[in-house]
């Protein structure tokens, strides 16, 4: 007989070993990347900074030798200037901003709409040159503005636009459009066909499948596409300044040039008048911050 070979109970199992100075190389880790963050942040945040501490300091400390990061006699006499004054005879800041706001507003509404419905034709059927038009897309985006100053003016004289402001809407239209119907693309092709089939099973029309349910789905990305489409209008000075004559329809951003001369420039003004004009674009930042993060993010992972 063979003896029975003992059988010797494996050890328990004890707590999983901790490496020495792991959580303290993760802190360290976790702290740079905060103070690379806030350095970051630091440099953006700063020229805006800047700009709003010299709106409010009056033109002696403006021009001083010796420059203050906080105003120690803060006034709001440059405010007043630009908002009560008339920047041309006739014409205030506020009709400038008005005439902003129409382009702007005009803009992201139209191309909304239009891009809505050209990234669900795009994602939903299948057409002759469907990918010769999404390459185009593509290209279009790639032409520097400058060189379509010219063919764009042309344009424009033939349809008789030229000197309105629906020429800056019809232009502005044309440079966010192609970037916004490729970022819808990816939303609409998202949405699952069983949801619009479900809906039609129970008795919905295109036109309430599209409301109820394609709608809602891509509002996300609608949000985050009108960003780009309110940034383009509000901005823009190249097409404004050349398809423009009349001085009572310029935007904000001709408006600016105003007080730059040749000899001196009024910088508190300057400095005044640009936290105005960038006081929209923090509030509309600020009302679709969420969905646009969300359809940032969702953009970039769907399609």
């Not at 490496?19 to 303290?24: E, F, I, L, Q, Y």
């Not at 203050?68 to 008339?86: C, D, Q, S």
């Amino acid at each position: 007989m063979t003896p029975q070979a003992t059988a010797h109970p494996a050890p328990a199992a004890g707590p999983p070993r901790r490496t020495p100075g792991r959580p303290a190389g993760r802190r360290a880790r976790r702290w740079a990347l905060n103070g690379a963050g806030l350095l970051v942040a630091f440099f953006a945040a700063f020229p805006v900074y800047w700009m709003i501490a010299t709106s409010l300091k009056p033109s002696r400390e403006i021009f001083s030798s010796t420059p203050r990061p906080v105003p120690t006699e803060p006034t709001l006499e440059h405010y007043r200037e630009i908002l009560t004054g008339n920047l041309i005879p006739g014409v205030t800041f506020g009709d400038f901003f008005l005439n902003s706001v129409l382009v702007a507003g005009s803009t992201v509404l139209l191309s909304g709409l239009v891009a809505l419905l050209a990234a669900t034709a795009v994602a939903r059927f299948r057409f002759t040159l469907r990918t010769s038009f999404l390459i185009m897309l593509l290209i279009v985006q790639m032409i520097p503005l400058e060189a379509l100053v010219i063919p764009l003016f042309l344009m424009i004289q033939r349809l008789g636009l030229y000197n309105t402001l629906p020429s800056l809407v019809l232009t502005y239209l044309g440079f966010s459009l192609p970037f916004a119907v490729w970022m819808l693309r990816g939303f609409v092709a998202a949405v699952p066909k069983e949801l619009e089939e479900a809906a039609a099973i129970d008795g919905a029309n295109r036109a309430q499948i599209f409301r109820r349910i394609l709608f809602p789905l891509v509002a996300p990305g609608l949000v985050a596409t009108s960003i780009f489409s309110f940034i383009t209008a509000w901005n823009e000075l190249i097409f404004a300044l050349t398809f423009i004559n009349d001085q009572d329809s310029y935007t904000l951003p001709v408006a600016m040039t105003f007080f730059f001369g040749r000899d001196d420039t009024a910088w508190g003004p300057v400095m005044a008048a640009s936290t105005l004009f960038t006081l929209p674009v923090i509030v509309f930042f600020l009302l679709v911050q969420r969905r646009m993060v969300s359809g940032l993010v969702a953009g970039a992972v769907k399609g």
